[in-house]
């Protein structure tokens, strides 16, 4: 095993980590409730909005963890750039249990849908830089990848986290509708991944 393959695999092991320990924390304020006897229904039905943003912020970080493997089976080198790219992806993502806290307690709060809202954004937009900088040229990709392949998997990259957006003016209007707005991924992925096929390999 060279240099690169051994440096390779303490960053994935190192994000893998960070990844587990973000989605761990996120199950902390549901954990920390107190059900009084008698009273477990009203209980269950007041932490719905914590337990929504639980499985929202769960499906994220598990569909961000299953991008960022993705993109490193396809990056065979890597550089101090890509480490700090890499780092940076990884504080968005460590950073996401706390607005998704703050979220399922005040979700009424415009302040607070922005929070997350660009928190998800900023997620979005890292990856697409991360795998920019590394399929650039050839730069730290497998030969097999090729630029077209590079350029589509950006523009599919992009294309959820544009669906996130409009939330952010939304939420000065109506808290609740923007964060309904985020189902908005759902059809820019698909979209993205229609117009933009990537291969597997």
């Known amino acids: 095993m060279d240099e690169d393959d ?7 092991m190192f994000s893998d980590g960070v990844f587990a320990i973000a989605i761990t924390l996120l199950v902390l304020p549901l ?3 107190e059900i009084p006897d008698g009273r477990v229904g009203e209980s269950l039905a007041a932490l719905w ?15 961000y963890w299953m991008i960022h493997h993705k993109i490193f089976r396809k990056i065979v080198r890597s550089d101090a750039r890509l480490l700090v790219l890499n780092l940076l ?11 998704t806290s ?9 302040a607070v849908v ?3 809202a660009g928190n998800l954004i900023a997620i979005g937009l890292v990856s697409v830089t991360l795998w920019w900088y590394a399929s650039s040229r050839g730069r730290l990709v497998t030969d097999k990848v090729s630029p077209r392949e590079a350029r589509a ?5 992009i294309a959820p986290t544009l669906g996130l957006v409009p939330s952010i003016p939304l939420a000065f209007l109506a808290p609740d509708w923007a964060k309904y707005s985020w189902l908005l991924i759902i059809p820019f992925s698909i979209v993205g991944e229609r117009l933009f096929p990537q291969s597997d390999d």
């Open 6 to 12: 051994t440096g390779l695999d303490r960053l994935t």
């Open 31 to 33: 954990t920390d409730t």
């Open 49 to 63: 909005p914590q337990m929504f943003t639980f499985a929202l912020s769960f499906a994220v970080i598990g569909r």
């Open 89 to 99: 992806y990884l504080f968005c993502i460590a950073f996401l249990p706390f607005p």
């Open 102 to 110: 703050v979220l399922g307690e005040q979700g009424e709060e415009a």
């Open 114 to 116: 922005v929070l997350y």
């Open 153 to 157: 998997s950006i523009a599919a990259g």
